[in-house]
């Protein structure tokens, strides 16, 4: 089945200690994304690509990084994590072709536990 | 700014009955809207959407309904299942918005559905 992997499932980590979370999908989607989301509240974009561009959002701090080696496989690199940094991260992907717009797939997510 | 708000953290609804979940948006902009799904320890998955050229969208036990003048939208759930018990995530985008904004969904803050046998 085509889907969006996300691996660890659960990661913890220790305060200023770089952590690396990674996503791949087999959907061939052009478009990932990385969301952060703290418990009881919306996922919050932090980043996407499409195809190699990358997009980072305003507000994303510079933390958090991305690597996109390939279609099918995404990094989300948080350099130095925070107690703050402890969240739910979920990877999606979706298809952007001409004007046409696509629901986004999600990934199962990782949490991050920073200790 | 939270441009997209659920204002009910929670909704308990006994099987058999409509579950209305509800959604306001603040950004004139939006022109698109989704609603996902989510199981415990499981990403969010597409449920239905709806295009602000339509007021209305239904796809078997799942209706969404759009009041633009209200920025107001809703899923209703007939008939509400115990299976359908999950975390509901309302989501927007400007689908007429380019460069690096397009296809980028802002997400409410979800709420959880809890469907009684």
């Known amino acids: 089945d085509a889907m969006v992997i996300q691996n660890p499932r659960y990661q913890v980590t220790q305060f200023g200690k770089p952590v690396t979370l990674s996503c791949s999908q087999t959907l061939n989607h052009n478009v990932m994304y990385w969301y952060q989301q703290k418990s009881s509240q919306a996922p919050k974009l932090l980043f996407h690509y499409y195809d190699k561009d990358f997009n980072n959002e305003a507000d994303t701090p510079d933390n958090f990084q991305s690597r996109r080696p390939n279609t099918s496989f995404c990094f989300l690199d948080i350099r130095s994590p925070g107690l703050g940094d402890a969240a739910m991260y979920l990877c999606?992907?979706?298809?952007?072709?001409?004007?046409?717009?696509?629901?986004?797939?999600f990934g199962p997510g990782t949490r991050l536990t920073v200790t | 700014d939270q441009q997209v708000k659920q204002n009910s953290p929670s909704l308990s609804v006994q099987e058999g009955r409509i579950s209305i979940l509800n959604c306001d948006y603040t950004?004139?902009?939006?022109?698109?809207f989704l609603w996902y799904k989510k199981y415990p320890a499981e990403g969010p998955t597409f449920l239905i959407s709806?295009?602000?050229?339509?007021d209305k969208n239904e796809d078997g036990r799942f209706t969404v309904f759009l009041n633009k003048s209200a920025k107001h939208l809703s899923l209703h759930i007939v008939p509400s299942q115990p299976g359908d018990s999950a975390v509901y995530f309302c989501?927007?985008?400007?689908?007429?918005?380019?460069?690096?904004?397009?296809?980028?969904?802002?997400f409410g803050q979800g709420t959880i559905l809890t469907v009684h046998p």
């Open positions: 950004n004139s902009m939006f022109d698109y």
């Open positions: 709806i295009s602000s050229i339509k």
């Open positions: 999606a992907t979706s298809s952007r072709t001409g004007g046409e717009l696509y629901e986004q797939y």
């Open positions: 989501a927007a985008s400007d689908i007429n918005a380019g460069g690096t904004s397009y296809g980028k969904l802002t």
